[in-house]
T-cell receptor, first 108, second 113 residues
Framework: GIQVEQSPPDLILQEGANSTLRCNFS?????LQWFHQNPWGQLINLFY???GTKQNGRLSATTVATERYSLLYISSSQTTDSGVYFCAVDTGTYKYIFGTGTRLKVLA | DVKVTQSSRYLVKRTGEKVFLECVQDMDHENMFWYRQDPGLGLRLIYF???????EKGDIPEGYSVSREKKERFSLILESASTNQTSMYLC????????????FGPGTRLLVL
């Protein structure tokens, strides 16, 4: 089945720094989502981005479907950005496959 | 404000017990999902349902069953809990045909002793 790899697995930033999270996938996908899981376990949808670029405030995401990767950019990071970031892909089977996540800690 | 609720945030059970985890959504969505989350493994799909009384196996259905008698409610059942089912369980839902946006509940941390 399709493999989803995220990097880096862990990231520590000083508040105000920028970062890029990467998601590689091994096959063509119909859908791709980025999620943020806060320290209390709640998963929040950030972007639905099967291709192209989207921006929402300090966050933006780009998916290059032909090269099978997606990037999540966080600018001017804040302590509230801490948590785990997941990408998830759907190959058309209506079942999302999740990556193992990037654990981000932003220090004040 | 849309809501997905799960019956418990924390649960401790003994090996061999029957365990019910319940998920309720007020979004009138057709699709509902149960995932488990384990360190280093991300989220893995256990079962999903695209309509009342309909269910489909996910990637790791062994040891679990589900029930969906009403549209808003999706239950995950551990018939005989085992220690390897200690995990974080997450419920999600989405609109029919709108697979792009899944809404998650707060999760249930289950410990099986």
């Amino acid at each position: 089945g399709i493999q989803v790899e995220q990097s880096p697995p862990d990231l520590i930033l000083q508040e105000g720094a920028n970062s890029t999270l990467r998601c590689n996938f091994s096959d063509s996908v119909n859908n791709l989502q980025w999620f943020h899981q806060n320290p209390w376990g709640q998963l929040i949808n950030l972007f639905y981005i099967p291709s192209g670029t989207k921006q929402n405030g300090r966050l933006s995401a780009t998916t290059v479907a032909t090269e099978r990767y997606s990037l999540l950019y966080i600018s001017s990071s804040q302590t509230t950005d801490s948590g785990v970031y997941f990408c998830a892909v759907d190959t058309g089977t209506y079942k999302y496959i999740f990556g193992t996540g990037t654990r981000l800690k932003v220090l004040a | 404000d849309v809501k997905v609720t799960q019956s418990s945030r924390y649960l401790v059970k003994r090996t061999g017990e029957k365990v019910f985890l319940e998920c309720v959504q007020d979004m009138d969505h057709e699709n509902m999902f149960w995932y488990r989350q384990d360190p280093g493994l991300g989220l893995r799909l256990i079962y999903f349902s695209y309509d009342v009384k309909m269910k489909e196996k996910g990637d790791i259905p062994e040891g679990y069953s589900v029930s969906r008698e009403k549209k808003e409610r999706f239950s995950l059942i551990l018939e005989s809990a085992s220690t390897n089912q200690t995990s974080m369980y997450l419920c999600a839902n989405s609109q029919q045909g709108r697979w792009e946006t899944q809404y998650f509940g707060p999760g249930t941390r289950l410990l099986v002793l």
